[in-house]
Structures are given as structure tokens and as C-alpha cells.
């Protein structure tokens, strides 16, 4: 009587675990049953032979007397249907004292194990309808898990196709910024030249204005010059020596150089840890990717706020990197974050925040602070990870690799 | 104890002279003649510093006599603070529902809730979830029979319309739930079932089917008080192996005049059986509670507690007190003499955990409590 309701109530959702538990709801209810769980084996969700399973949905959960087995064919021996009518009670084993369990196929992925308290098995006409419903359960399961699986693959194809997205804008945008880069310092150089021939030609000459004009061209080509290196350093255009360092030293060099340019209304503190393994790097640049974070945490907050710079040894599991977006596997890392208590990024921010010359800071913004950080640490081999609330503040993790003594 | 109502002030002050122990919760059933006073009784009962929960009832059930005004209080030791649960959208705990442990035996979750709730089926199957057996479950349906959305659950937080009231006392429970319908038609698939409405059986609009299995008794007109008058007497009954069937209670016809809107939900491609009973057989559920009561009793019951459904008061008119009065004479004895005491519910709740707890329609549910 009850097998249309068991059979009606399985395939009307994609979701396995919804398929379950309207299943599950319906047996209990129905069939005055104490527990009722779900067991799939582990070779339908990893792909791999296994002789494993695992309790995939129980209800109610907390009856579950364990979760997962090694060896199927002990566990559960695969009785043929046809066992069903030779003897009955062979289904059932005592579960706790009054209680009976039953063990019955779910097609070919798994087992459905059912508890109740009666005083007797479940009569052979009522269990041949449950192993016709479990087994119905069995292939609407295996196609629900099987469109999961597709739904994983897709997501997974579109993770990878935004990464190479990324990866392809940055290769593209480094490779036009070493070019202009390169051309434009060959102009720089002759600026630079004729204004310093310029200035000695005029040697004791009394021209003041004309002194003052030409120490304004070598002033804004020595900025420029200094656009042209952080371009270079986005491209990967420079290679700096290195060497394994403990990276607390640049880094608290820099704390030290900024705090007292900061003013009164922001606090910076340095944290750092003892016994932090080295790293395979270059001072001055673990020193310009501390600067560039910190500025621009100075520049987040508004008023007063707290910037706090952490250098630690951690254990970072699975990431995926916040500028060059590949999956990075759980491993040892140095990391130097830089964590402040402004207003947190919105969400269009974050998106393009490591493209060179995207800036939040108005005509005063170079837009290349955090495209250089991630040159940078991505030339030490290392990874960046940004935490970030709005309302809260944000947190800029540079993850490098722990040297190998 | 049953008191009458005279001010929100006089039943706190009632109330809490029970409370003799720090753990002591106050279970409260309160006629609807005094909900008006009910933020007042909530703020004298805090004011006092007391645990509390409680529920308006359409009327109040004091051993042999059914009672329209007063309210009845017991002090229970409970395992810890009653919890809420609204349930507007799905199943949302105002705080997290705590653990079953700290009673040698399996205590007794007592739940109260707005018996409109259309979540009422979620909420039980969430308490399972949590709970399992390791708990009795026992409850009812609070409200007004005039079906108008008011707030009629209340506990320390405050009172809650259109939620639930749960709190776990250490009282181990023996349980059990009767009605004495017998299945008159059947069975029916409900093909088509939207929350408590039922739309079609067996692929028919439900009330063609249920005008057919009923032939004369139903009035041809499905939109008066006599139709509805007589639905009231045929409720429907959802199959359950090895047990009673659970039954929905018809409440109106929807406008269309083709389905037909039950007290609780009614699952679609359930299979449904139309119930009916004679007054006697009715009051034979008092003798089935009072045996499954006497298997399962320890001995030591010092509470005896009573949801009776509100409806089972129209059905049985004048025979309802003599209904009252089996129930105290065959439960009472089970409880050391105590005469059990309760409210007409809009809805009824016990189940020993072996099975997934029910919102029953139309049924009268006994609970003995130890120690």
C-alpha cells in the first residue's frame, strides 16, 4: 500500500540528499520505523575501486552507529532478491534489545539499513515492496549523483577557464608594460641626460629660472624613472639577487621608516613571531611589498585606524590565489600580512585591484602599488590571499615558500 | 493544580508558590477567555523571576470536568531554559535547543505550538533529528478554535504567535495516543496535496471522491456550516503499518469547492483512508490509552497530563464528560491517584521516540510523568 507514496516520492529532485531524506521521512512515518540510513559506496563518489562505503544520509543522524566501513561484501552481504522468500528473517539481525535491523540493496551503489522496535520482521509481501522501492531509490540516486558529478566538472572547467583568463590578461599587460617600459626609459635616459648637460652647461652661469626649469625636468624624469622600475618589476622585467633571509628584518626596517610618517591617528604594529623559517628572497623587495601594503592601509583609513603587520610560520590549506587565481595546495608558508581596520573592499574592487594602473585613489594613485606586490611575490614563488569584510577592514596575506636548508 | 483567573499578578503569585526547587519550570495551560492578559501574566511571571511555558487552549481539562475559564499549573524539574522556535519560514530556534543529557532516564520534550503553523510537520521532524529517542515527545496544538492568528505560545521570551515552545523536563514519560476512529472508505491516493489542502484523490477533485464515499451525509451545497458540520465527522485518516492511522481533520472547503483544507498537513501520494465513529467507540480510545499506559507504566507516575482534541467536544457532545470521566477513572489510578489534567489541544503530539513524533488531528494523547 505504501510502495506507490515510497515510489512517487524519489526523482522529483536532482539533489541525492533531498531524494533521501523525502525517502527516509516517508519509510519512518509510514512504516513506523526507528532509523533509516543511506550507504553508497566510495567508488561512485571517488571514481577509484574501493571495497569502502560510507553513510551518505541518516535519519535521525544521531542513531548512526558508525559511518563508514572498509570491507562492503562483510558488512553487507549482497543477498539476490531472491533470498527475500526462502527466508525472511535472514534480512533482519538484533540491532538493541526489541529492536531489528535490516539491510537491503539500494540498486548497485550502496545499502539501505533500517531499524525498527517490533516484535517481529517485517512481513515477506511489506519487505519485497521496500527492496522494489530501494532499488528504484538506487537508480534515481545513481543518476542524481551522476549529474552532481557533471555540475562539479563545469564549475571546475569555469574555475580553470578564469584562471587562465587571468593569467592570460597579466601575461598580456606585463608583456606592454616591459615594452613601453623599455622605450620609455631610452627616452628618460636622453631627458635625463640633456637636462643634467643642461644643468652643468649653465655651471655658474647666473640664471636662476632657467636652473629652476631644468631641475624640474630632472625631478619629474627621475619619477618617471621610478613609474618605469615598478613597471619593469610588474613585467618580471628585473631579476635581483637573492638570498635565504629571515624576512622580519626588511620588514621591520620598513614598520620602523613608516611609523613616523603616518601622524598621530594611525597605529602600526609589527607581530613578529620567533623561530620563522627563511625564505629565498631579496631584501629590498620584501621591503618595497611591505611599503606598498602598508600605504595602502594607510590610505583605506579614513580617520583613525590600526594597521597591524604579522610575519609567522603557517600551515595555509588549499587557496586559490588572490591575483594570479590558480589553486594552491595546503602547504608550510612564511607569511607576512599586513591587517587593517578600515572599510573592507567591495566586491568590483577586489576584482581588478591587481591590474596596473587600476586605482581607487583618484589622479594622486599610480595604480601600480599592488600590481607590483604581486609581481614581486609571484617572482619569489610565493602567493597572495586578501581577507576582507566591508565594514570591517581587510587583511593582505603574502605567502612565500619556506626555504629548504 | 487548577486555579481560577482573577489578574496576571494572582496567577504568577499562583504559579510560582509551586516553584519550590531552583530547577522547577512552570508548564501553564491557560483558558482563551484570559488570552488578552497575556503580555501582563508574561511580565508578572518574569518579574518573579520564575522559568516558564505555556499555551492558550480553547478550554482546560481538570480531572473529570472540561473548563472554560482558569488555567491549570504544574512545576516540573526541567533539564535546561525552554527554547523557541519560530516558525514563519521553515524552523528558525531563537536559541540553539540543548542537549538531552543530565536525566538518569529518558526525559519527556514537551512541545506547545501554534496549532496554524503550516510548519508544524517540519518542526517535528527537526526535533526527531535532534533527539531521536533518546526523549518522549509530548504535545499539543495551541490557539483559538476561531482560527484567528494571535499569539497564543509564550515562555520567559515573551509570547509567540505562529511558533513553538519546547523545553525537555527530566520527568521520564510513558506516552501514548488514541482516537477510536474506525476507516469507513478507502483507500485513496491523495494525487494531488498542497500543505493541509488536499486537491484530488485518485486523480478526482477531493471533494467529488469525498462527496461520493459519503453519498447522503454530505450536503449537496459544499459551502455551509452543515457541510462542514458533517466533514467534522469524516476526517481522514493517512495509513500507518502497525499502527493507528493518523488523522487530518477537515476544516473548510476551498473556495473552488474542490479540495478540502485539513488541520495539518497531508503529504501528496499518501494514502488516505475516510474515518468515521460512533460516540462509542470514540470514547474506546480512553480505554486503548489507559491499556498502552498500563504495558509501559513503571509504577512510580506522580503527573498525569491530558490533551484532548478541542473537536472531539462538538463530536461527542454531551457524552464528552462522560469521556473525562473515563479518563480519570481508568488513568488516575496509574498515577497514584492523581487525576489527570490537560486542555481541549487543536492538535496532539506523543510519541516514545521509536518513531518519527506526529501532529495528530482529532485524538486524545495521555502522558504519565515519573518522579
Request: charge should be negative.
Amino acid at each position: 500500500m505504501f510502495l506507490y507514496e515510497l515510489a512517487q516520492s524519489v526523482g522529483q529532485d536532482l539533489d541525492p540528499v533531498n531524494n533521501c531524506k523525502t525517502f527516509a521521512s516517508i519509510l519512518l512515518a509510514r512504516r513506523n520505523l526507528s532509523y533509516c540510513g543511506f550507504w553508497i559506496r566510495d567508488e561512485l563518489m571517488t571514481g577509484e575501486e574501493s571495497t569502502a562505503a560510507r553513510l551518505y544520509f541518516a535519519k535521525p543522524k544521531r542513531r548512526a552507529l558508525c559511518v563508514a566501513v572498509e570491507d562492503t561484501a562483510t558488512t553487507f552481504p549482497n543477498l539476490p532478491q531472491s533470498d527475500i522468500a526462502d527466508n525472511d528473517d535472514d534480512r533482519f539481525e538484533a540491532a538493541t534489545e526489541g529492536e531489528v535491523a535490516a539491510t537491503l540493496p539500494l540498486g548497485k551503489i550502496g545499502w539501505i539499513r533500517l531499524r525498527s522496535k517490533r516484535p517481529k520482521p517485517l512481513p515477506r509481501r511489506d519487505l519485497m515492496q521496500l527492496v522494489q522501492a530501494a532499488r528504484k531509490l538506487g537508480s534515481v540516486l545513481e543518476g542524481a549523483f551522476a549529474h552532481q558529478g557533471l555540475l562539479r566538472e563545469r564549475e571546475q572547467r569555469n574555475a580553470l577557464e578564469a584562471q587562465l583568463r587571468q593569467a592570460q590578461k597579466m601575461e598580456a599587460i606585463g608583456r606592454l608594460a616591459g615594452g613601453i617600459a623599455h622605450d620609455f626609459n631610452n627616452i628618460l635616459t636622453s631627458i635625463l641626460g640633456f637636462a643634467e648637460l643642461g644643468l652643468m652647461k649653465l655651471g655658474s652661469a647666473r640664471n636662476p629660472e632657467l636652473e629652476s626649469f631644468l631641475f624640474e625636468i630632472k625631478t619629474a624624469g627621475v619619477r618617471g624613472r621610478d613609474v618605469v622600475a615598478k613597471l619593469l618589476t610588474y613585467a618580471s622585467g628585473n631579476s635581483s639577487s637573492r638570498d635565504a633571509i629571515d624576512i622580519s628584518t626588511p620588514v621591520l626596517e620598513t614598520v620602523r621608516l613608516l611609523q613616523p610618517t603616518l601622524g598621530a591617528s594611525v597605529k602600526m604594529r609589527a607581530h613578529a613571531n620567533d623561530g620563522v623559517p627563511p625564505v629565498f628572497a631579496n631584501d629590498d623587495e620584501i621591503a618595497q611589498i611591505c611599503m606598498n601594503l602598508c600605504i595602502n592601509a594607510h590610505d583605506a583609513i579614513e580617520k583613525h585606524g590600526n594597521i597591524d603587520i604579522f610575519i609567522e610560520h603557517v600551515w595555509q590549506p588549499d587557496f586559490s590565489c588572490a591575483s594570479c587565481l590558480s589553486d594552491v595546495r595546503a602547504q608550510h608558508w612564511v607569511k607576512l600580512a599586513v591587517r587593517d581596520d578600515a572599510g573592507g573592499i567591495d566586491p568590483d574592487t577586489r576584482a581588478h585591484m591587481f591590474d596596473p594602473f587600476y586605482t581607487t585613489k583618484g589622479p594622486g594613485g599610480s595604480g601600480l602599488g599592488l600590481s607590483t606586490v604581486h609581481g614581486l611575490v609571484h617572482q619569489h614563488g610565493g602567493h597572495l590571499r586578501v581577507d576582507t569584510q566591508l565594514g570591517k577592514g581587510s587583511e593582505f596575506s603574502v605567502l612565500l615558500p619556506v626555504h629548504a636548508m | 493544580m487548577y486555579c481560577s483567573f482573577e489578574s496576571a499578578e494572582q496567577l504568577a503569585r499562583d504559579a510560582a508558590a509551586l516553584a519550590t526547587d531552583d530547577n522547577h519550570l512552570l508548564v501553564i495551560f491557560l483558558a482563551r477567555a484570559h488570552a488578552d492578559a497575556l503580555e501582563d501574566i508574561v511580565a508578572a511571571l518574569n518579574a518573579r523571576g520564575q522559568q516558564f511555558v505555556g499555551g492558550v487552549f480553547p478550554g482546560l481539562i481538570d480531572g473529570p470536568e472540561r473548563r472554560d475559564e482558569g488555567f491549570i499549573v504544574h512545576a516540573f524539574r526541567c533539564l535546561a531554559a525552554p527554547v523557541v522556535a519560530r516558525l514563519n519560514d521553515g524552523v528558525g530556534w531563537l536559541s540553539k535547543p540543548p542537549p538531552a543529557e543530565g536525566a538518569d532516564t529518558s526525559p519527556t520534550l514537551m512541545c506547545l505550538v501554534d496549532f496554524l503553523s503550516s510548519n508544524t510537520t517540519q518542526l517535528l521532524e527537526d526535533l526527531f533529528e535532534r533527539y531521536g529517542n533518546d526523549v518522549n515527545y509530548f504535545g499539543a496544538g495551541c490557539g483559538h478554535a476561531t482560527r484567528e492568528p494571535q499569539p497564543v505560545v509564550f515562555s520567559q521570551d515573551g509570547v509567540f504567535g505562529n511558533a513553538a515552545v519546547v523545553v525537555l523536563l527530566e520527568h521520564h514519560g510513558n506516552v501514548t495516543v488514541r482516537h477510536g476512529w474506525n476507516r469507513k472508505d478507502g483507500p485513496f491516493v491523495a494525487t494531488r496535496a498542497e500543505g493541509n489542502v488536499v486537491l484530488e484523490l485518485d486523480w478526482e477533485p477531493a471533494v467529488d471522491v469525498y462527496r461520493r464515499a459519503l453519498g447522503e451525509s454530505l450536503p449537496a451545497e459544499v459551502d455551509t456550516p452543515e457541510a462542514l458540520g458533517a466533514a467534522k465527522r469524516f476526517p481522514f485518516g493517512i495509513s500507518k503499518e502497525g499502527a493507528e492511522d493518523v488523522v487530518r481533520d477537515p476544516l473548510f472547503f476551498t473556495e473552488d469547492g474542490k479540495g478540502l483544507t485539513c488541520l495539518s498537513a497531508i503529504p501528496e501520494n499518501c494514502v488516505l483512508h475516510i474515518l468515521t465513529a460512533a460516540p462509542e467507540d470514540l470514547m474506546d480510545a480512553v480505554a486503548q490509552a489507559a491499556g498502552d499506559l498500563r504495558e509501559s507504566n513503571s509504577g512510580d507516575a506522580r503527573h498525569c497530563l491530558v490533551f484532548d482534541c478541542f473537536s472531539r467536544v462538538t463530536l461527542l457532545a454531551d457524552d464528552f464528560n462522560a469521556e473525562l470521566a473515563k479518563v480519570t477513572e481508568q488513568v488516575a489510578p496509574l498515577a497514584g491517584g492523581v487525576a489527570p489534567q490537560g486542555a481541549l489541544a487543536l492538535g496532539e503530539i506523543a510519541s516514545d521516540g521509536e518513531r518519527l513524533p506526529e501532529f495528530h488531528n482529532k485524538t486524545m494523547a495521555v502522558a504519565l510523568l515519573h518522579g
